[in-house]
């Protein structure tokens, strides 16, 4: 595509969480050490939220990298299951076996017993879930008897529930009460401000291979790409990758604004929130012009009164 032509060894911009891009600012690096914290402390429920695109994925996978080898990990990429369903993900993940198909409670002793043994080891089981907001309200009911394993001092199964802000909305219904009170961690991602932008496109494109002396992207080009994004990260990564093949098409050696406004054109649901704003902004310029109209008016019959 357009890498040799720019100079890149890999697409910068890609959707795909990959832990080799992660970016350790602000809020970001904030999360991963609040969660390596809560962890190493031996909490039970910890929470992480965010907006669809804010990167709760690849905040999760690199967690999952990090841990060491006093951590066994079980990651379920998709939490909506029964709550069988859920015994069985979990079981298969921590190398229990499901053959013959035990019944609810058989295979909860069976889960209660592997994890016991990795504790005897000195081994800590964390089960992380991603887009937990999708997990039917029984479910979670199953999730909240499977961490009931405790020793005096710590929960010998910690959970992580990765989702978006309808994760709050389902904690909050009283039928799962006891599970949003052992909840003892909670972070919300919010979208990258403008100055970590700048510094999030020139790290992707610099982990990607980019050895140039300058950014690929001009300060126009970042600012019209801050403005249609909000900074949510997949909306950058989007725009960004648009844009580069924007300016590969016409053989342009950066992005330019243009580019950019080529990009957001191309793209459905940023195209069309970009032309509400604008016409949001068109709005204000004209009723900023009426008011100064209207004063000026006023001052003028003001004068003509008051003169002989």
Request: charged residues 20%; proline residues 5%.
């Amino acid at each position: 595509m357009y890498q040799e032509h720019f100079g890149l060894r890999e697409l910068p911009f890609s959707i795909t969480p990959d832990t080799g891009f992660f970016f350790s600012y602000g809020h970001y690096a904030d999360a991963l050490n609040t969660l390596l914290v809560a962890l190493r402390t031996g909490e039970g429920f910890i929470k992480v939220t965010g907006e669809v695109g804010t990167g709760k994925t690849l905040l999760c996978r690199k967690l999952l990298a990090t841990l060491d080898r006093q951590f066994v990990a079980a990651y379920l990429p998709n939490p909506l299951l029964t709550p069988y369903g859920l015994q069985s993900a979990v079981a298969e993940e921590l190398g229990v076996p499901v053959q013959g198909q035990p019944n609810a409670h058989r295979l909860q002793k069976r889960i209660s017993e592997r994890i016991l043994h990795l504790n005897a080891e000195g081994k800590r089981v964390v089960l992380c879930l991603d887009e937990a907001q999708a997990m039917p309200i029984e479910t979670l009911e199953t999730l909240r008897l499977l961490t009931n394993l405790e020793t005096e001092k710590r929960k010998l199964l910690q959970v992580v529930l990765f989702g978006q802000p309808e994760l709050e909305e389902k904690l909050n219904r009283p039928e799962i009460r006891q599970l949003r009170q052992r909840i003892t961690f909670a972070y919300r991602l919010e979208p990258i401000d403008r100055e970590g932008m700048n510094a999030y496109v020139q790290h992707r494109l610099m982990v990607a291979g980019h050895q140039g002396g300058g950014s690929l992207f001009r300060p126009p080009a970042l600012q019209q790409l801050y403005r249609a994004s909000g900074g949510i990260p997949r909306l950058v990564n989007i725009l960004a990758h648009k844009s580069l093949m924007a300016a590969y098409g016409r053989g342009d050696p950066v992005v330019d604004r243009e580019h950019v406004r080529m990009a957001i054109a191309d793209t459905e649901d940023v195209a069309s929130r970009d032309g509400r704003r604008s016409l949001w902004w068109l709005a204000g310029g004209l009723l900023a012009a009426l008011l100064a109209a209207a004063g000026w008016l006023l001052w003028q019959r003001l004068q003509q009164g008051g003169s002989p």
